[in-house]
């Protein structure tokens, strides 16, 4: 199963849902992320360590992208990490809308590492 993540930045969120799903569902799920406005800089400290302790991955060399230079169309399931999100990627029409499913996830961007903490147990 081919799964993207989406979130905003491609800095947060879609990255630790790509690494939880690597590591929790390996050789079942193939999991990439993307955003839909991709950031310009590397991942926040917070997300490198909580990827690290809780799930053993160096996600230091992710690099953000958009949500079209995945390639959607190749995926089984897109999932958008909250509305606003989900609402983007329904007026691009290079997403395939039986493929695209929304959930909430709330972007602990600068709410410190026991916010990222919290959104890696959910």
């Not at 950031?39 to 160096?58: I, M, N, Q, T």
């Not at 606003?84 to 959930?103: C, E, H, M, S, Y």
Request: aromatic letters at 12%; a neutral charge; one cysteine or more.
């Amino acid at each position: 199963m081919k799964v993207l993540f989406v979130c905003y930045a491609n800095l947060c969120r879609s990255p630790l849902a790509e690494t939880i799903s690597k590591k929790l569902y390996p050789g079942r799920i193939e999991a990439e992320s993307a955003g839909i406005d991709p950031a310009s800089g590397p991942p926040f400290e917070e997300l490198l360590d909580v990827a690290k302790r809780f799930y053993g991955a160096d996600i230091s060399g992710h690099k953000p992208r958009f949500v079209l230079d995945a390639d959607p169309g190749k995926f089984d399931f897109i999932i958008a990490l909250d509305s606003n999100v989900f609402i983007r990627l329904t007026g691009l029409p290079q997403i395939p809308a039986d493929k695209l499913f929304g959930w909430e996830i709330p972007d602990p961007a600068g709410y410190g590492i026991g916010t990222y903490e919290k959104i890696a147990r959910r």
